[in-house]
């Protein structure tokens, strides 16, 4: 590894020279079956013909021009989202870090402009994650992140995941938005309770409050419904996506209503490099994928399986998995092991996985995998426990 890079990752001793599907290839030839996804990134896999074909077209035409000029392909996926979701009006930016600050800076415009600028607060949740910039470190308010970057951005106010009691005593004069994730990532594949979910909208409706969800790992296809909430039947009024929206390039968006979004006129927010036509062009190719008739099931049924699948495993070593938790294909094992040795031996056997939280191994395969790729990652698991207990 190089000496010039700066040391803020606990990189695996580890290299990939190409990638097709679900797998990984080292230099020498070693296949990898990728259920890290790039932290959820690659959901399409690597290297999708469609994906590669739309990129190499777009990247021969043009890369950037800002967003001084009208960009066609952004408008098509602007309108492509909308259709598919709650929103009326779609922004875009890079990452999801800056989704999520774009997403908190519309909420506190929203208010200002009703009249209210003394709304500036949002109420959270403990076990978030929402990004590395300092405002969305705040958000999430983990002192892990946060230890030697104080002081914290002002303005949020942390609840318990889950807790309604808690987050309506958390309610004050000077509340904007509730800022959660339908399921906690990082914070070790913690499902909200869909009654959870609809209570938010409630009571952000009470209150007057905007309601800010959080997809940028969950969303985009991963529970098997493009966004994690539908299966609540509710929406928010302001969603954050990345990750799977570019399946592997870089791309983020905020999506809001019409209403949230109103006071969001020229000159209040920008991105330089957000929405530019290679992006849109691969966010585009991503939709083309997801939107076919058919995929999102396929990806609901094989979840289910891998769900079973897991749960069997559980049952079997019990010394070393503790049980199965989350949705779809946003899946945690919660270890009673260390889960970064249980992970380590999973690399061994050629099995990409991600931690979290709560000693929780993360799943988040791409979601093109098939029965196939079910019970190789369900075999590499099972070597590992076995290899584990008879070390144990």
Not at 20 to 49: K, M, Q, W
């Amino acid at each position: 590894m190089s000496d010039a890079l700066m040391p803020t990752y606990a990189r695996a001793d580890l290299a990939f020279e190409r990638g097709e599907g679900p797998y990984l290839y080292t230099a020498d030839g070693r296949r990898y079956l990728d259920f890290a996804s790039g932290i959820a990134v690659n959901a399409l896999g690597h290297s999708h013909p469609h994906l590669v074909e739309v990129l190499q077209e777009q990247a021969a035409k043009l890369w950037h021009v800002s967003n001084l000029y009208t960009i066609p392909d952004g408008a098509r996926l602007a309108e492509r989202i909308a259709a598919s979701s709650f929103a009326d009006r779609v922004f875009f930016c890079n990452s999801g870090a800056e989704a999520v600050e774009g997403a908190l800076k519309l909420a506190r415009r929203y208010h200002f402009a009703a009249g209210h600028p003394e709304k500036t607060r949002v109420i959270s949740c403990t076990g978030a994650f929402h990004g590395r910039t300092l405002t969305t470190l705040s958000a999430a308010g983990n002192p892990k992140y946060l230890d030697g970057f104080g002081p914290v951005s002002e303005g949020f106010d942390s609840v318990p995941f889950g807790n309604m009691n808690e987050l309506r005593n958390a309610i004050t004069s000077e509340t904007a938005a509730i800022l959660v994730e339908p399921i906690q990532g990082e914070g070790g594949v913690r499902p909200a309770d869909l009654d959870y979910l609809r209570a938010l909208r409630a009571v952000c409706d009470e209150y007057g409050l905007l309601l800010i969800f959080d997809e940028i790992q969950c969303g985009m296809g991963r529970t098997g419904k493009l966004f994690a909430h539908q299966w609540a039947d509710m929406a928010p009024d302001v969603m954050a996506l990345a990750k799977g929206l570019g399946s592997g390039f870089p791309i983020g968006a905020i999506l809001a209503t019409d209403k949230a979004a109103e006071a969001m006129q020229p000159g209040t927010h920008g991105s330089t490099f957000g929405g530019n036509p290679l992006a849109m062009a691969v966010a585009n190719a991503v939709l083309d994928v997801m939107l076919e008739e058919g995929f999102l099931p396929q990806v609901d049924r094989i979840a289910r399986l891998l769900w079973r699948e897991l749960n069997d495993l559980v049952k079997r070593y019990p010394e070393v998995l503790a049980g199965v938790r989350g949705a779809g294909m946003m899946l945690g094992l919660q270890c009673v092991a260390p889960n970064t040795e249980i992970i380590a031996k999973l690399r061994e056997e050629g099995l990409l996985t991600v931690g979290a939280a709560e000693n929780v191994i993360r799943l988040l395969p791409p979601l093109i995998i098939d029965e196939t790729q079910v019970k190789e990652a369900v075999q590499a698991i099972d070597r590992a426990c076995a290899t584990w207990a008879k070390a144990a």
